[in-house]
């Protein structure tokens, strides 16, 4: 099993989040990004496996949309 290891926000952009810390904080909000963890008193960071997850899921949720979109032209 890996170690869990953290990724602060300036790095995210380099595990492929482009969205910004506002986005990124109503997304949490509503439970649709992974909730940050702690780091210190004025320092927070994220679950480098759940960011991950969360864009492989982006990609996933783009190609089902994709397909259903061509489906449904196939049928119409």
Same mark, same amino acid.
């Given at each position: 099993m890996r170690k869990p290891k953290l990724v602060p926000f300036p790095n995210l952009?380099?595990?492929? &989040? %482009? %969205?910004? =810390? =506002? +986005? !990124?904080?109503? %997304?949490?909000? +509503?439970?649709?990004?992974?909730?940050?963890?702690? !780091?210190?008193?004025? =320092? &927070?960071?994220w679950v480098t496996d759940e960011v991950d997850d969360w864009v492989s899921a982006a990609i996933a949720r783009r190609s089902r949309n994709l397909a259903a979109q061509a489906l449904a032209e196939r049928v119409a």
């Open positions: 952009n380099e595990r492929g &989040v %482009l %969205l910004g =810390r =506002r +986005q !990124i904080d109503r %997304l949490e909000a +509503q439970g649709k990004f992974p909730k940050r963890v702690p !780091i210190g008193a004025n =320092r &927070v960071g």
